[in-house]
């Protein structure tokens, strides 16, 4: 079992913004550990602390082909932007869809590690993706906002019948 619950589309605890991380403790700490486990599980090359319904800026990736390059980033700001690269993207709060999202192609954010010092980092490709699309969790936003209306409708039709889905068959199970 996954040690953290991740939140799914259209829950309205997703579109929480999520206020700047203050203290450097073990809960800190014991939360980022948590994070990448359910990350790593799901599996996912990414976790914003949202999606575990605690609303601190704070997001966990590792794009690595080995899941052996963990990177924390808190209270992160993007510095700069360039150029624009569309991906076919996916969300643990939004499982089994995908769709294009165009974002910047290159970006510099500066945030703080796990220990609370401060870092500058350069990155385009997945990696310059997934800070985006983490940090718009952080600001309570999703990406199939990114979609048409018509299109985020069938999403969260489609989603809230695999979910009636799941139930029934939970409890089905439950009466065997
Ligand atoms: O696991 C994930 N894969 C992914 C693929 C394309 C673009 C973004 C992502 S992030 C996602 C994990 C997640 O939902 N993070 O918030
Ligand atoms: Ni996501």
Redesign the pocket.
């Known amino acids: 079992m996954p040690k953290l619950t ?1 939140l799914e589309f259209p829950d309205p605890r997703l579109r929480t913004i999520a206020v700047p991380v203050e203290h450097f403790d073990n809960g800190l700490a014991r939360l980022i550990d948590d994070m990448f486990e359910t ?1 790593y599980e ?7 602390a ?2 575990v319904d605690v609303h601190r800026q704070l ?1 966990v ?1 590792d794009v690595s082909e080995d899941k052996n390059q963990p990177m924390v980033f808190i209270n992160p700001r993007i510095l700069q932007r360039d150029g624009e690269q569309v ?8 499982p089994g869809i ?1 769709a294009d ?1 165009t974002r910047a192609n290159q970006i510099r954010v500066q945030a703080l590690n796990r220990r609370g010092e401060s870092f500058e980092l350069e990155a385009d490709g ?1 990696l310059a ?2 800070i985006q ?2 940090m ?2 952080l600001a309570g936003k999703v ?1 199939v906002d990114y979609l048409s209306p018509l299109k985020r409708d069938m999403v969260r039709k489609k989603l809230e019948k695999n979910r009636r889905g799941r139930v029934e068959s939970e409890s089905r199970e439950h009466s065997l």
Do not use: K
């Open positions: 991740i990350m799901a599996p996912g090359i990414g976790l914003a949202t999606q997001l990736l991906y076919q993207e996916g969300c643990l709060s939004v995908y999202v997945l993706i997934c699309h983490e718009d969790h990406f």
